[in-house]
């Protein structure tokens, strides 16, 4: 059976009653984790909270290690991602992109190059802001991922 691991650092509000509804809905264990207490809706049976030590990558390490083959992790971190597909599991970014093993590589690789240039002192635009678009991508792309994997 698959479960959803969200990184909770940084998730947006909009995506929340996304979340939640799906599991619920479609009966799914999910534990989200994160550096400090979040809710991504009421309780349910189905949801597991998992507060880590702060500190960089904390969140992110737990995750990976509890993570099987086969499970979702929403997250908008690349890394993480990219340490969710070498695992043979899936990602799903906040905006709705699924990461897979034919992309991640390219999406490291920018968020690098990307990373190399703010350290050299290159002023970078970040992304834009959140949107309801972006909500409904990830709606999109979270419903269609449960439709061929569940």
Known sequence: MMTLFVDGDAFPNLLKPIV???INRLKINT???SNKKISIG???SLITYMVVEEGMDEADNKIVELLQEGDLVITADIPL?????EKNAHAI???GELYT?????EYLAFRNLMQEL???GEVTKGPAPFSKKDSQNFANQLNMFFQKHL
């Open 118 to 120: 703010r350290d050299s």
């Open 81 to 85: 991602a990219n340490r969710t597909i």
């Open 31 to 33: 534990l989200v984790i």
């Open 93 to 95: 970014d906040h905006r």
């Open 42 to 44: 009421e309780n349910s």
């Open 20 to 22: 939640f509804k799906a």
């Open 101 to 105: 093993q034919d992309n991640i590589k």
